[in-house]
């Protein structure tokens, strides 16, 4: 009786130690299978070539903008990649354009014309700037060499634009008469798309360059103030698509976040 106990002990403790030692290793199992989760960040910024008509600075056309051609932009993105060549991402970006001495010139003529006045003055003390909140799929395909890959974008969201101010004054007689197309503003949606070429450092940080086509159709309504009646030219809304070509430099830093597993214990 007292060995058949022994032995029933014994193998009572072997299979403790036993179902211990494989619980362990399918603890280990589960830690070293966690996901690591990649992402990327990263700033850009450089020329921007704007199109359409908010560059234009016929007086006579009522679809002139008088803003210059050549502007700057930057920003910061984000993604999270699903993949090593696909991915979820975001950018908050600013694109900024002076308004144009030659169209500030032909404003000051047309009115000066249509008020029949002695002279006039136009300045714009802001600038254009559109303001863009963008999301969507991200693409990257490493080169054979993996130090150089191509990325591309196609993203779109919210827009925010804002328009200068233009003071105008107008002299007759020696008289002054001042009046404004004041800053305005309105909300629309846009779309910017593009590609580039990355050369990664290591693993981690990286420098690219960027090329991205962008295009929203904003409607802005304008606020004037104190426009004389005789002024000629005074517009209460602008709704024109606009467009623009970026092209870009920037950097990037990558790095992986390992998931989070729930582990039980025993």
Known sequence: MRKALLYIVLYFVSYLSFAQDTIAVALVAKQDSAKTHTYSIGGTTGYTLLMGHLQGISYGTP????????????GVEGTYWLSNRFGLGGMLTNSSFYAAQTGLANLAIGYQQSMVADSAKVQALTKYNFYNLFVGPYFSFPLKNKKFSVDLRAVGGL??????DFDIVVVNLGVPYPFAQTR?????????AGGGMRYNFDKHVGIKINVDFYYTDPNIKIVNSNFPANAGREISDYHQPVMMLHFNFGISYKFGIKGVQNIAKY
């Open 63 to 74: 679809k002139s903008g008088y803003s210059s051609f050549e502007g700057y932009n930057f």
């Open 184 to 192: 305005s503003t309105a909300f629309s949606y846009g779309f910017q």
């Open 159 to 164: 827009t925010f634009v804002s328009t200068p």
